[in-house]
């Protein structure tokens, strides 16, 4: 990757509301930058079939590592998810982002 | 010191300790391949670069350690993805390199040129696309490590031409990768653990290809005797408790023992070690033992409540955790158990007709292939019903001595497995035993065979049909036989020869047994084709979706049992 980028792509446009603010939980992982790391996170999100809601990714200020915040929605396979993201090498950390919720890629002006 | 990208790739390469390698030679790679000219890592041309990944993943399942594979751009790596993707799902590990146009070509639709990258992500552990010589000094001992360290599995290094081309100046060589040891398991876990198994008073260990990677075997073995526990095998764990031990109540799954399949549903302790809980080992997992207190160790925390959740997750490395486990356990007795499980055990046999009335029934011919060959033969199979029978019927009584693809199923894997195994297992003789369809998946590696002169006998189980298929047909859609049968058969002992390889068809008639020894007792490799029953069917088998101990087995008045 090598200059920000934002997508919002949501499996549940049938609904109207193209961000469901119910249940989601923000995930914040701490990756190596450099081309591919994208595909990696998104190719494992669609081979799990784990609906992924919204991403957002910003390389950190020397640029050897990137920050990506993912929109998921609190299923039970959540957990299982977390760790499969922490088995790939590029990842280097995955944690909750309590503080977010859909609101803060709803806030987004296209 | 300057060297090309392709010189420091080979010189990390012998620094890895590879001493060979199988790949196939193409346009983009051709400057590596200069590289290796004259080098002491020995060279296998293979004749299809499936059939190079399936040699290096023979040589990585005998040793324990990564093997590397080759293949040039575009159409050399294509070929790999079967070979990567299967030692994806076995957690096999495996460096396959290949080379990559030129950076400045990449994304214009280049002669032989596809996104290798792109193509391996979903069946690597990890992935590399090399942009300078320099990088090659991280990346070659990186790939290693991640290979080999934790769960073991597939590294792919995708290397574009000009960088093998391209002059690099540096000072010192990088320390080569290695596995790295597994941070210890919780004491917590551990006593939790151990609470449960003092507890237990029906336990049994269900033991998964993760005890072999772990070099477990012996350790699992004491922890069976430790809790008295009767133990079963997913296919990949086979020869880890060798058969006819007391303790062992063979494999488990859609084609393992009804007997088994009926005791774990009474077990009131399931301890799982190394295993992943795969649908061809548990049947529909909700009646998959549901009454049972599980305790999973595994190298892989992802894989703890994966499929099944677990009540006691034991994270980290096999001989470690059982060892600490052994240390504090108290020897238990559950002789009540231990009888119900014999009687379970002679209550469901493996039916098949006598040796004398029925000498080619495939159990009868598992079984003499295993009278016949050493001790410390190696068999590798295809898939499909030889698979299931060797699995079923071959005493395994080691571990990686059973080289067999589970995870992916691939027909094709055996021949060039089978060279890889006897290339890293010199002086061990090795079977092949594969079916009419699955040879012809790569029965080009014959030429590669006869090349190398290697010991391995290629014995096809020939029903003239794709049997597993046929059988599936038979049983759950209503014989409505679609593309299973193959009407017109090739003489297989002909092509052997033609590839200047011993190929003889066994005469059913003849004592067909003595020919079978006969051609084993020759020097070097050789084709045995042997005719079998066409509508044999491999049982018990557990319909697909369905729970275990709905297995369906043989119909009782046919045969006899042992």
Not at chain 1, 83 to 92: E, N, P
Request: aromatic share 4%; with cysteine; hydrophobic share 45%.
């Amino acid at each position: 990757m090598t200059e920000p980028t934002s997508s919002t792509c949501s499996a549940n446009a049938a609904t109207g509301n193209p961000l469901s603010a119910a249940r989601a939980v923000v995930l914040e992982l701490r990756v190596r930058n450099h081309p591919g790391v994208m595909s990696h996170i998104t190719g494992l999100f669609a081979r799990r079939a784990f609906n992924l809601e919204a991403i957002l990714c910003v390389p950190e200020s020397d640029r050897t590592l990137s920050r990506m915040l993912l929109l998921v929605v609190e299923e039970p396979q959540l957990e299982q998810m977390e760790r499969q993201l922490a088995k790939l090498h590029d990842v280097l950390e995955v944690r909750h982002r309590a503080d977010l919720d859909a609101g803060y890629f709803g806030a987004i002006r296209w | 010191m300057k060297h090309t990208g392709a010189t420091i790739l080979r010189l990390l390469l012998e620094r890895q300790g590879i001493d060979t390698l199988a790949g196939i030679p193409g346009g983009a790679i051709l400057p590596f391949y200069d590289a290796l000219h004259g080098s002491g890592i020995r060279h296998i041309l293979a004749r299809h670069e499936q059939g190079a990944g399936f040699i290096a993943q023979g040589m990585a399942r005998v040793s324990g350690r990564a093997a590397v594979c080759l293949a040039t751009s575009g159409p050399g790596a294509t070929n790999l993805l079967t070979a990567i993707a299967d030692a994806r799902l076995d957690s096999i590990p495996l460096v396959a390199i290949t080379a990559q146009v030129p950076q400045a070509l990449i994304g214009t639709d280049a002669f032989q040129e596809v996104d290798t990258y792109g193509l391996t992500l979903p069946i690597t552990k990890h992935n590399f696309l090399v942009r300078s010589a320099a990088e090659l000094l991280e990346v070659i001992p990186l790939a290693f490590r991640l290979a080999e360290s934790g769960r073991p599995g597939p590294v792919a290094v995708d290397v574009p031409k000009d960088v093998l081309l391209a002059e690099h100046e540096f000072a010192a060589w990088p320390e080569p990768g290695a596995r790295e040891p597994t941070p210890a398991c919780a004491e917590a876990e551990i006593a939790a653990a151990l609470a449960q198994l003092a507890r237990a008073e029906r336990p049994m260990l269900y033991l998964g290809g993760g005890i072999v990677a772990g070099g477990a075997a012996e350790q699992a073995r004491e922890l069976a005797r430790r809790l008295d526990a009767p133990t079963v095998c997913s296919l990949m764990a086979l020869g880890t408790i060798p058969a006819g031990d007391p303790l062992d109540m063979g494999m488990l799954g859609m084609h393992g023992g009804k007997g088994t399949s009926i005791l774990m549903r009474e077990a009131d302790v399931i301890f799982a070690l190394g295993a992943r809980f795969d649908d061809r080992a548990t049947g529909k997992v909700a009646e998959f033992c549901p009454q049972a207190t599980i305790l999973h160790l595994d190298i892989d925390r992802a894989e703890i409540g994966k499929i099944r959740n677990a009540h006691f997750g034991l994270v980290g490395d096999a001989a470690e955790i059982i060892g600490r486990l052994l240390a504090r356990l108290a020897p238990q007795q559950h002789p009540e158990w231990r009888a119900r499980a014999a009687e379970l055990r002679a209550a469901h046999p493996l039916r098949h007709p006598p040796r004398a009335e029925d000498p080619l029934h495939p159990v009868n011919l598992c079984r003499f292939l295993a009278e016949t060959l050493p001790d410390d033969a190696i068999v590798t199979t295809d898939v499909g019903q030889h698979q299931m029978w060797v699995a079923q019927a071959y005493p395994f009584r080691r571990p990686r001595t059973l080289l067999t693809s589970g995870g992916l199923g691939t027909m094709g894997f055996g021949l060039p497995a089978a060279i890889g195994a006897a290339l890293a297992a010199p002086g061990r003789r090795v079977a092949c035993v594969s079916g009419d369809g699955s040879i012809l998946m790569n029965i080009q590696e014959l030429a590669t065979l006869a090349e190398l002169g290697l010991p391995v006998a290629v014995i096809v189980f020939n029903n003239e049909h794709l049997g597993l298929v046929r059988q599936q047909q038979e049983l759950f859609y209503g014989e409505r036989y679609s593309a299973s049968r193959f009407p017109v058969s090739p003489d297989f002992a002909a092509i052997a020869r033609g590839f200047g390889l011993r190929g003889v068809r066994i005469d059913p008639e003849c004592d067909p047994l003595a020919q079978i020894a006969l051609a084993l007792a020759g020097e070097g490799p050789c084709l045995i084709d042997v005719p079998i029953r066409q509508c044999e069917n491999v049982l018990p088998m557990v319909p697909p979706g369905a729970a275990n101990h709905h297995t369906l087995t043989a119909p009782e008045p046919a045969y006899a049992h042992d």
